[in-house]
């Protein structure tokens, strides 16, 4: 059974590793954050926004050239076509709610590929709250489009200058600031990391992806379970919705890609599931990239979203215990799959998801396996990216 | 008795902390900044264990860790200088860090180095209490270590009155809701809250920190308080410094009061 | 009673002023095109990837914030959330499988904003068919993200270099490019303009906009009617969509809304209803901007797909006759509703949909009215001109 | 008769039919290039009234339409220019345009102008059939002109037949199914086409346009028709002309194949 415990530990992995200063904002929201998930007028809201705002259900789409090429039935649950962009929307339209009812007047967050920040930074403008997003100074750099977004939602980004100015530090700071900011402020974290309850709550926002999933594939297949699921994982959101509903259900493969950077071992990669051990990263005991001495290694990926030295608590558990398969992808692998993507089926994916489409070239399936792949988000954010290495792949 | 305790015990009210970077400004000026601070006049030494991620702390001990790191520092060599420098002075020492830290040396092994070596009491802010009681407190007591928790304008009573009851030698008493180095001077909020706390009657001592960078603010917190614990504002100083001894004790005493530094 | 009529008249307007080398193509398409439509196996197929691939149906929502400051009902529907951005794909999803239907081989396209050229790209990747994009030099200029987009889905874009070097230069090569490719050729029109049967056809791929509105506004308030529905005129293809079920309930108020550039008589516009006259363009009789002489008059508008000297005959009927109401918008009238409706409802509109928003500011109403917005696209494409010009609106 | 009637009555061969641009290369060269023209040896002159969006048309029309419309040309210059050349020669001449510049004109005005100015005939490419069967032959054979229409590889036998019967003066047979100026030579298609048509005893007689540049196409095409039309090759040529009547004059030559230019 994998499931979170009463304080917040997957196994041995989760927590609330937080200094003092945070204590009152995450027990306020440990005990509450269940109790309003679950009442009506939150319930109502939330799904309503999803539908409306969102633009939910996603579709879950039959991608015939590439099962032609695969060999296997794939499906790609179309998170792209959310408002904004990726999966990222439905936990911030979820936690915002979850503000509103705490009576906070005042949001940060932190992002890496910026889909985050720009997903509360929408959030917060339909609501008319403040809104401070922490952006390592490399990620401003490199998702120019998103920082420009957040500009025009009415967003402060506020560049991360320590560290290797990319995730990692832009969730520092945004963990400072809370510090400093204890009664009026909630930060809205961007995964399933964080201390207890954020990865609980936010794979139970991002469930809504694997819920849609049950019924649309039976629509499609006449079956509830695909064979396999195979999702990128930063932090692991996208990751976490697109298995919540099917944890329990053994018979489906779950398939975590992270991102290798230039190599696993080349020292610059963020493939924690190999390089990681077990320790403590953003008040969560999880696996993380460290040193002998518990410092924590500067990570590298070409893709910003992914580029984070731990992984979510969940994601540490289903990997440890062997529930799901990591798969380490390259910068290179990620953006020759972004260029086929786009090229066979006219969808172009974030450099993230790029990631996700690489496993199909490195896992093993039969030709009758339903495969889903999760579609965690549209690559417009990359297209300079993209543009800068088109060549190299195109001779 | 603990060095800490004897302290407490001994002297109850001005008792000024110094926290410093270990390995900042240089990856052995440990123990000069040791043995200057005791000799300046510091009741107690908190020691810093640098670390790449240190989310409790503002930019000033952020960057004096960074440079602590990119000096060589790590835990086994400031092991062995404290081990050198106790031979050498008997003030308390308080070695602070983050819980990660502690997780990969192995925890029991972290303990008992630290016993070994002379380490009176630890502060480690990323531990909450509920991890301490459930996994820690047996180890660290029986390591015979002290360990201070810290407590919050936001913390309940009911809560002080717990940190309080794990508390061993000293509480931490944050002095605003926000982290090192980032406001300055006293409120009148803050002296409220002072108050509210002094009227507890808890057990164990109290020490100020967060915010104490002079005399003025320094008087104020002993005025509410035994004592308390200045950060930033000393690596500030140490970070110019030319000759750690004379600028420590001419920094201690501005804070003391007894010279006004030009 | 609005309709076509057989030779593809709406009153005076439309028709198909062709050279006789177009005549086979324009013909074959003309006999055919309601039979396809018409085909189960057509209807089937258009109607799942609508539903898989685009994302429909595309939400309506109820923008509250904006309905509480306008002081009215404001729904908007959703078109920025179809796959691709814009509801530019509904047209491309149904021409792509008309042109497989009949044989072709190869697509050309003309693009202004680019989306066209994007939804065009998409299609043709998704079915595996070469397509050659035909866009003005100053639009590939201020239209670069969907440049990069149309590199990265295969898609060849070739400049148009003449006249103004906008949309109208861009669809004079393209229909050359056709009247050079006559036989393997199909050209996707992205507007309900050229010859008859382009308009009609193009509309009815995009009625599925007002389809969806009947149901849900149903849904949502109880009839099926709004009292206004307004939308931007460029060609004027998501304004018949979002018109079309509609077209003759005469009590829903129907307001196009074309670009004014610097203003409607500064010389630098494209205020078509006002400053047009009767004449042919692209194939079709319609209104358009010329001199007393009949040379085309080169428009400007700060927005890419309105910067288009004439509206399909469609509009042009529906203007001269009164059943829709035209209002202009200047350049920075549009600019102030995007910064605006960004930071009101966290949603980006596309430059030339922020022209639509301002037609809120501009028309009468009561506060009791239902008026739908129809939110053409998203803004991404538009991010670096929003930047450019935000600090004159932030003061 | 027509001037053109009469022309192809004379003449059953080898007619050349010599495209230009009225106001190109200078506004006022109207008159020097249909007279040039005239004296070289062409049979028919087609006047293109310089536009806008020349859809119909390859670069180098277009630029020469554009150059002409700067240079300031308007129908009623150009009107006024024919009128006082028409004075000077009675070559057949053929106004070639987009039917919007006759709409903006008024059509009946425009028609009847072409009458009073001297003009022949029509080519009005994106005029089509079932326009012009509904709403215009009645005034433009009222008005006594002549109108070509086109016929390409691809228009059917049925088609043709009807086109044939509307055109009055001749057949314009598009040599591929290309835009003017956009492809050289003569191909086996398309000698196969030009043969298909030949079988097909139309009433009028047909010259072959597009692609038409030098003697080689020109002789090529007046195997299979009554002659053919030039447009862009003499464009290209008149670009870089110092004097038009000795470019014209030699350009002719060429293309007969009276001498070949140096
Ligand atoms: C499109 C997309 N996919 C995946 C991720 C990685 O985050 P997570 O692992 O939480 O899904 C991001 C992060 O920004 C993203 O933008
Ligand atoms: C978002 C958007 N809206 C509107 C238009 C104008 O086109 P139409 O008038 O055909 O809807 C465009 C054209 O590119 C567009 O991209």
Known sequence: MIAIDQKGY?????????????YPNIEELREQYLAIMADDSFEKEFRQLLKDYVGRPSPLYLAERLSEHYQAYIYLKREDLNHTGAHKINNTVGQIL???????????????????????????????????????????????PNVARMKMLGAEVRPATSGSKTLKDATNEAIRDWINNPEDTHYIIGSVVGPHPYPDMVARFQSVISEEML??????????????????????SNAAGAYYHYLNKDQVRLVAVE???????????????????????????TLLMQTPDGQIVEPYSISAGLDYPGIGPMHAHLIASGRAEAVSITDDEALASAYFVSKKEGIIPALETAHAFSALDKIEYDSSDVIVVNLSGRGDKDLATFIKHYDRFHK | MSRIKKLFQEKKEDILNIYFTAGFPQLDSTEAVILSLEKAGADLIEVGMPY?????????IQQSGQVALSNGMTLDILFSQIESTRQKTEIPLVLMGYFNQVMQYGEQQFF????????????????????????????????????????????????????DELTRGFLYMVSNSSITGAKKGISDKQVAYFNRINDMQLKNPRLIGFGISDNETFSTACQYANGAIIGSAYINTLKDSKDIRETTLEFVKMVRGESVKV
Chains 1, 3 share one sequence.
């Open chain 1, 10 to 22: 997957y196994g041995e992995f989760g927590g609330a590793f937080i200094p003092e200063m945070l």
């Open chain 1, 98 to 144: 979850m503000a509103e009812r705490l009576g906070k007047k005042r949001i940060i967050a932190e992002t890496g590929a910026g889909q985050h920040g720009v997903a509360t930074a929408t959030v917060c403008a339909l609501k008319g709250i403040e809104c401070i997003v922490y952006m390592g100074e490399i990620d401003i750099q490199r998702q120019a």
């Open chain 1, 215 to 236: 019924w649309q594939l039976k629509e499609h297949t006449g079956k509830e379970d695909p064979d396999v699921i195979i999702a990128c994982v930063g932090g692991g």
């Open chain 1, 259 to 285: 991102a290798a950077g230039h190599g696993i071992h080349s020292g610059e990669s963020a493939a924690t599931s190999v390089l990681g051990t077990k320790g403590i990263i953003h008040g969560s005991r």
């Open chain 2, 52 to 60: 790449s991620d240190p989310l409790a702390d503002g930019p000033t």
């Open chain 2, 112 to 163: 008992d180095r630290c016993r070994e070596v002379g380490i009176d009491g630890l502060i480690l802010p990323d531990l909450p209490i509920y991890e301490y009681e459930t996994f820690y407190q047996d180890m660290i007591e029986q390591a015979g270590l002290d360990i201070s928790f810290l407590i919050t304008p936001q913390t309940s009573e009911e809560r002080i009155l717990k940190i």
